[in-house]
């Protein structure tokens, strides 16, 4: 019998956006990315994984509710760690014959473009990672199980290497700079709306990958250098160059699903009042001070510094008055406000 091991894995926030893939099995990207990975106090996923030899089968509860443990993304991930256990020699024989049970949990809403494939997957890799005592890197099995998982296994500022080789080796996530390097970065994330996307990030992916001639610029002309110059920012400390690099990002990816044919729509015109909200806030501070992200969702992240956060709060609240101001946790790097369900 196994002991329970339980881990907490944060969300991460891409400010270069991964979107496109070269190989769907294996999650091999079209483009490096760049994320963020935030403070795991608000927004996490926590899983709980053991072994058992009476156990008959496999086994997961996601958010209290028993899923099928047959979904390729998921068998692959616990493959490649009970291989990767075999390969190191960690556990005996007996225990990699075992089945498992998984027990996970998000503390915010679930396919609503906030991350929670990534934060979800990377826990339970890394779970898997510890009862099968796996020491090696496991951000390239992250990624088998959702592309942005692979990022979340890191702290900090994190870059996903699309790499080249076929078989996706060379495919991993590397830390750009801990959080430590700047710790006045916070993030607010802007809860517009939660309920499941009508076009997953899978479907939304290939849909782009086949249509989108935009997005074959993007990735020739645009990632590349965008690339180059938020890490020099990162390193630099520069929050206007890192919050331009951010938003353009965000828009232009934002654009690609526009140009996918069939179209499809991530933002709501809450998202888009947002987005005109900040440059009008930038405008009238004479510099830049805020950044806003959008995933395939409706949600905002807004990248800021600490010194910014309570007149950003309040010009929030003021704009939506009905915001939940509760859920404000000061000193921390997420915070998270529910907008005005009536403007949803
Ligand atoms: C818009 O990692 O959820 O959040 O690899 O198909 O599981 P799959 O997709 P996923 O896509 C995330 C897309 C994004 C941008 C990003 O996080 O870089």
């Known amino acids: 019998m196994s002991d329970i091991i339980t881990v907490k894995a944060p969300v991460n926030i891409a400010v270069i956006k991964y979107w496109g893939k070269r190989d769907e099995d294996l999650i091999l990207p079209l483009n490096d990315s760049v994320s963020a990975t935030l403070d795991t106090s608000i927004m996490c996923a926590k899983t709980s994984v053991c072994a058992r030899p009476e156990f008959k089968e496999n086994e997961i509860w996601l958010n209290g509710k028993k899923e099928t443990f047959q979904s390729p993304r998921l068998q692959n991930?616990?493959?490649?760690?009970?291989?990767?256990?075999?390969?190191?020699?960690?556990?005996?024989?007996?225990?990699?014959?075992?089945?498992?049970?998984?027990?996970?949990?998000?503390?915010?809403?679930?396919?609503?473009?906030?991350?929670?494939?990534?934060?979800g997957y990377a826990c339970l890799v890394t779970a898997l990672a510890k009862l099968y005592k796996v020491k090696s890197d496991v951000s390239?099995?992250?990624?088998?199980?959702?592309?942005?998982?692979?990022?979340?296994?890191?702290?900090?500022?994190?870059?996903?290497?699309?790499?080249?080789?076929?078989?996706?080796?060379?495919?991993?996530?590397?830390?750009?700079?801990?959080s430590a390097h700047w710790p006045e970065m916070h993030a607010l994330i802007l809860v517009v709306g939660d309920t499941k996307k009508k076009t997953s990030s899978t479907t939304g992916m290939r849909i782009s990958t086949q249509t989108s001639e935009l997005l074959k610029h993007r990735i020739k002309y645009c990632v590349p250098q965008r690339t180059d110059e938020i890490i020099q920012a990162i390193k630099q400390k520069d929050f206007p160059k890192f919050a331009e690099?951010?938003?353009?990002?965000?828009?232009?990816?934002?654009?690609?699903?526009?140009?996918?044919?069939?179209?499809?729509?991530?933002?709501?015109?809450?998202?888009?009042?947002?987005?005109?909200?900040?440059?009008k806030y930038n405008e009238l501070s004479g510099s830049t001070k805020v950044a806003y992200t959008f995933d395939a969702g409706p949600n905002a992240c807004l990248y800021l510094l600490e010194e910014e956060v309570p007149q950003v709060l309040s010009f929030i609240r003021h704009v939506f008055p009905s915001s939940n101001p509760e859920l404000f946790v000061t000193g921390l790097k997420t915070n998270e406000v529910t907008l005005n369900p009536e403007l949803k």
């Open 77 to 119: 991930c616990l493959k490649e760690i009970k291989s990767r256990a075999a390969a190191e020699n960690s556990v005996n024989e007996d225990f990699l014959q075992w089945k498992v049970r998984v027990c996970s949990e998000n503390n915010f809403p679930t396919a609503a473009g906030l991350a929670s494939s990534a934060a």
């Open 245 to 279: 690099v951010t938003m353009k990002d965000s828009n232009q990816f934002h654009a690609v699903c526009l140009d996918s044919y069939p179209p499809f729509v991530y933002m709501t015109d809450v998202s888009h009042l947002i987005v005109d909200l900040i440059h």
């Open 140 to 178: 390239s099995i992250a990624r088998l199980g959702s592309g942005s998982a692979c990022r979340s296994v890191y702290g900090g500022f994190v870059r996903w290497h699309a790499g080249t080789n076929p078989d996706g080796t060379d495919s991993v996530a590397s830390q750009i700079e801990g």
